[in-house]
């Protein structure tokens, strides 16, 4: 579809019978530093869609977590059920390279609101969003945060959980280096048995990690290849320090993911590894089944020497 | 009118490509060279006194800024003093990178090519707006139904696109549905819902630069014709 009739096609849509807007659930404002239940709030650290994350301590074990707290839409059943789902996947979890869950609940506020809330490991550092960013992070730190990264979503697709959501924002970095997956907001079983949320979503970002399938909405094609197009993605912008699908809207960037092929990154960066060229290139295939088929073949072929 | 300079800022990175696409259809001028002048322009009119002797009663901001523009590149082509700026504007070098820069159309006239330019970066803030708005909301499946209505085309299992090539048809409720296994109600509901906030959203990015409600208004008309 060209840029014309795409312009055209959303003037006519605007043009159509106006609906009302649909109300929607009231808001809860984030909590003002207190206490939510036994957990003393320190600092807020990250503000997403639906939820507020804090730095706090809990005060029953005498330990610092990251307390997530359901705020925006906290009255839709919805998105409480989401962030429920969020932590019954992220309770049953346990892995090196992957935020640990040690207690979900719900607590009433001072005005007689009910919060809901997950406490997760707090990982003192740095997102890999923030990393990329610096150009005097080297390719080879960045390649063993990823490779930490390949081994979680292949502990996670062993389980039969396709995360959804990988980008490096949900990828946090310790002190140490270590990558650490987090945010299971969207993460679903693979199996065709779990309940629907599809459309809930909390962080507010934009669609340069999403692969063709998401893009196109055909949320029965998703599945653990639908991560290996994340990692492909992040792996890309490790090795050419620039994302393989750029635009200045969400539409550009999803014509581009749907019909344009990534350049190679050997023609944006000076010495590339062309076996991990090579790899990143099939992950970034439009056809999911070119792709590695889960985590775990990627994160060979990443070590591969 | 814009007021601060935060909004200013904001508005340069939104509207960079009318100013772009002016300059490559007015003076016939190369990629970089263009980028290189809307750069140039844009110091100009942050660093000098522009902004601040912008009234209300000088009228719509977009032919404002075109008439500017107009002014600066008459200045540049006497004085030929026209250099990238020592110090550009990074937000804008960031955003002409990642940018598809396609040529204007061959012989659509200059400030034609600005308008249209304009309308539709207004439609991609306004497309962004709703993607952001429905994250928030926790609705990206009205987004996949609104991006599949208006911005994809949807592929059958026959490699049908029915809003694709040049003869294109709009995909029917029945198309979407069919695609995102909704029913025809829901896509309709998920529509109305989408049209109903993509024109607040649009009404609101245009309140960011017009001066009075009727200059809203007048933007609107131009847009979508009511």
């Known amino acids: 579809m060209s840029d014309e009739q795409r312009y055209n096609r959303i003037q006519s849509f605007l043009v159509r019978a106006p609906g009302e807007p649909v109300p929607k659930a009231p808001d809860l404002p984030p909590p003002e530093l207190g206490t939510v239940g036994h957990y003393r709030l320190i600092r807020q650290v990250a503000r997403g869609g639906a939820a507020t994350v804090f730095e706090a301590q809990d005060t029953r074990h005498g330990r610092k977590v990251a307390l997530k707290v359901l705020t925006f839409g906290a009255g839709n059943p919805l998105h409480v059920a989401r962030l429920q789902r969020e932590a019954a996947i992220a309770s049953r979890l346990r892995h090196p390279n992957i935020v640990g869950v040690h207690d979900t609940g719900m607590v009433a506020n001072a005005e007689g609101q009910t919060v809901h809330y997950i406490a997760m490991d707090f990982v003192e550092g740095r997102s890999l969003a923030y990393l990329l960013k610096d150009p005097l992070v080297k390719t080879t730190t960045l390649l063993g945060i990823l490779n930490d990264v390949a081994d979680a979503v292949a502990y996670l697709h062993a389980r039969g959980i396709v995360h959804r959501d990988l980008k490096p924002g949900n990828v946090l970095v310790d002190a140490s280096g270590r990558g650490i997956v987090a945010d299971f907001g969207l993460a679903r079983s693979a199996d065709r048995g779990s309940p629907s949320l599809t459309g809930l979503h909390e962080v507010l970002g934009t669609p340069q990690y999403m692969a063709p399938e998401q893009v196109e909405g055909r949320t029965k094609d998703i599945g653990p290849w639908t991560d290996i197009w994340s990692l492909g993605v992040m792996l890309y912008q490790i090795l050419a320090r620039r994302l393989p699908f750029g635009g200045t809207s969400v539409a550009e960037i999803q014509t581009r993911i749907l019909t344009e092929p990534p350049p190679p990154p050997s023609s944006l960066a000076a010495a590339v590894n062309p076996r991990l060229e090579a790899l990143c290139l099939r992950a970034l295939s439009r056809d999911p089944s070119r792709r590695p088929p889960d985590a775990s073949v990627f994160a060979d072929d990443l070590r591969r020497p | ?226």
């Not at chain 2, 909004?7 to 002016?22: A, E, G, H, N």
């Not at chain 2, 659509?108 to 962004?128: H, K, N, Q, S």
């Not at chain 2, 409720?173 to 896509?187: C, G, H, M």
């Not at chain 2, 200059?215 to 609107?220: C, G, I, N, P, Y």
Request: charge should be neutral; include cysteine; charged fraction near 30%.
């Open chain 2, 1 to 226: 009118m814009p007021q601060t300079r935060g909004l200013l800022d904001q508005l340069v990175r939104r509207y960079w490509k009318p100013v772009y696409i002016y300059i490559r259809a007015a003076w016939r001028k190369p990629n970089e060279e263009a980028k290189d002048l809307t750069q140039a322009f844009f110091t100009h009119l942050l660093e000098g006194t522009f902004f601040s002797r912008l009234k209300p009663e000088k009228g719509n901001f977009r032919a404002y800024l075109k008439k500017a523009l107009r002014n600066f590149l008459i200045d540049a082509e006497r004085f030929d003093k026209v250099r990238r700026p020592e110090k550009p504007i990074v937000s804008l070098d960031i955003a002409m990178d990642q940018a598809d820069l396609a040529p204007p159309a061959p012989g659509e006239a200059p400030e034609a090519a600005y308008d249209r330019a304009w309308f539709r970066c207004l439609l991609d803030g306004a497309v962004d707006g709703l993607w952001q708005f429905l994250s928030l909301e926790g609705r990206l499946k009205y987004f996949e139904v609104f991006s599949l209505y208006c911005l994809h085309p949807i592929t059958s299992p026959d490699g049908f696109r029915p809003g694709s090539g040049e003869t294109a048809t709009q995909p029917t409720y029945r198309d979407v549905a069919q695609t995102l296994s909704l029913t025809e109600a829901e896509v309709r509901h998920y529509l109305e819902f989408c049209r109903a906030h993509l024109r607040r959203i649009l009404s609101e990015r245009i309140r960011e630069y017009a001066a009075t409600d009727d200059e809203v208004k007048e933007e609107l008309k131009q847009i979508i014709g009511e």
